[in-house]
């Protein structure tokens, strides 16, 4: 039985109308990511952070699941009808919702959700549709210590015990639309090299020596539905 575990990034929803991070069109363009992206950035301005979570969170229904979303959840589809004998995980760093509404089951978001905030005083993580402020109340403990439920640098990512199991027992592991440059994502690739085959596809070449077996290039609407294809009937 083949076990393949699939790293997305923001690459792959880039073709759903959602903005990568780096790059020349990227988020990060007009915002510095220490304001934004890390605890102290947060403490310092919560309005701000707020502000920029609320107005990706007003845009993502916008976006619709694309061919390459679509194609992965064929695959864990046919794993669970038995027409492919395998398993097939997604471990996405992506805070978007795309993968679960092209209907993938097996999907681990290491980075957090945009959909969802957490509650600094009690803990709870409550599913959020529209906007939040520093002084929103908490559903459960009613104080307003609610945050973006997101993965800040210098935080430890959410799940990274069952996303090493996972990796330990792959035999295949395929990285989609990730600059490969936040760890502890960008080190799968070589905690995996010496037991499992490996694949990246992505629109551009990495900066630097790929350190995977494969490299296929292009948009992921393209790329990943024909490996996908060769999956299934192969
Ligand atoms: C297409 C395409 C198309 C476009 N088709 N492809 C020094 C050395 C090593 C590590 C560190 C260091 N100093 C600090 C660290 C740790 C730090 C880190 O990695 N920093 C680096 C920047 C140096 N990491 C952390 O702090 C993490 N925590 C941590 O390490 O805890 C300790 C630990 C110890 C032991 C075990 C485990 C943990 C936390 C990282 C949190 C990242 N959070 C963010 C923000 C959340 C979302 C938000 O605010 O909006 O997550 S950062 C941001 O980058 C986001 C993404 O998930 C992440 C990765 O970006 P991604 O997805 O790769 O996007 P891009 O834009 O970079 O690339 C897109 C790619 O797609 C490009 O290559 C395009 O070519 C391609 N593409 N269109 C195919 N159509």
Redesign the pocket.
């Known amino acids: 039985m083949r076990r393949i575990v699939v790293l997305t ?4 929803s ?2 759903s109308g959602l903005q ?4 020349a069109d ?2 990060w363009n007009n915002e510095h ?1 220490e304001h ?2 890390t605890p102290q950035g947060f403490r310092r301005d919560p309005l701000r952070v707020d502000r920029f ?1 609320n107005d ?1 969170r007003a845009r993502l229904p916008a976006a619709q699941p694309n061919a ?1 979303h679509l194609a992965l959840a064929a695959v864990e589809q046919a794993a669970r009808s038995g027409r492919w004998q395998g398993q097939l995980t997604i471990v996405t ?3 978007d919702d795309l993968h679960e509404r092209a209907g993938s089951q097996d999907v681990i978001h290491m ?2 959700e945009l959909l969802r905030l957490r509650c600094t005083r009690c803990g709870m993580t409550p599913v959020w549709r529209t906007d939040c402020y520093p002084d929103t109340p908490c559903p459960a403990c009613h104080a307003p210590t609610l945050r973006p439920d ?8 959410y799940h ?1 015990d069952i996303i090493e199991k996972r990796l330990a027992e792959c035999d295949l592991f395929v990285a ?11 080190g799968f690739v070589d905690s995996v090299a010496a037991h499992a085959d490996t694949m990246l ?4 070449a ?1 900066s630097g020596p790929a350190p995977f077996d494969q490299t296929i290039l ?4 393209h ?1 990943v539905p024909a490996w996908t294809r060769d999956l299934l009937e192969g």
């Open positions: 990034g923001a690459g792959i880039q073709e990568t991070f780096r790059g990227g988020l990511i934004i992206c979570y990706l390459a760093q992506n805070i980075h957090g997101i993965v800040w640098f210098g935080e430890m990512p990274m989609i639309g990730t600059s490969g440059v936040v760890y502890p994502a960008a596809f992505n629109l551009e990495p292009g948009p992921a609407t790329t």
